[in-house]
């Protein structure tokens, strides 16, 4: 883990990075919000995609999930998590099921706006920000 200064920036709400910037990413968090008019949601997933890398994290956990929704499918979303990785992989199946999560999923699994995030190691700057996302 980087123990420098926190001096990358991300461009919109903020949302810092760590490190000295040197890649530009994308950053986006996914969400658990299992009743749509409560307007209440758990964060599940962080994912960088940008510069040849792609990285996502899930919860290690399902505690928050289950704190905010005891009738939430678990198997479903550990098998949707299998989903992500997996399409992630592969760069032609990436836009897709980034498009699935925005336009599907009842809802109930939200992909935030992608904010830029500068690094300059993404795979430390994933493992920090889903410390402190997830």
Request: aromatic fraction near 6%; proline fraction near 4%.
């Amino acid at each position: 883990m980087n123990t420098g200064k926190r001096t990358a920036d991300i461009v919109g709400p903020k949302l810092p990075c760590v490190a000295t910037a040197k890649h530009s990413l994308k950053l986006l968090l996914v969400s658990y919000a299992p009743h749509m008019l409560r307007n209440e949601s758990v964060n599940i997933a962080v994912i960088l995609i940008g510069d040849g890398f792609t990285g996502v994290q899930f919860a290690r956990d399902w505690e928050r999930v289950i704190a905010l929704d005891p009738d939430a499918d678990i198997e479903l979303l550990e098998a949707l998590t299998f989903e992500i990785r997996d399409k992630l992989r592969v760069e032609g199946q990436r836009e897709t099921i980034l498009l699935t999560m925005e336009d599907s999923w009842s809802n109930a699994i939200r992909l935030s706006s992608a904010r830029e995030c500068l690094t300059e190691n993404p795979a430390d700057e994933i493992e920090a920000l889903a410390s402190q996302y997830l």
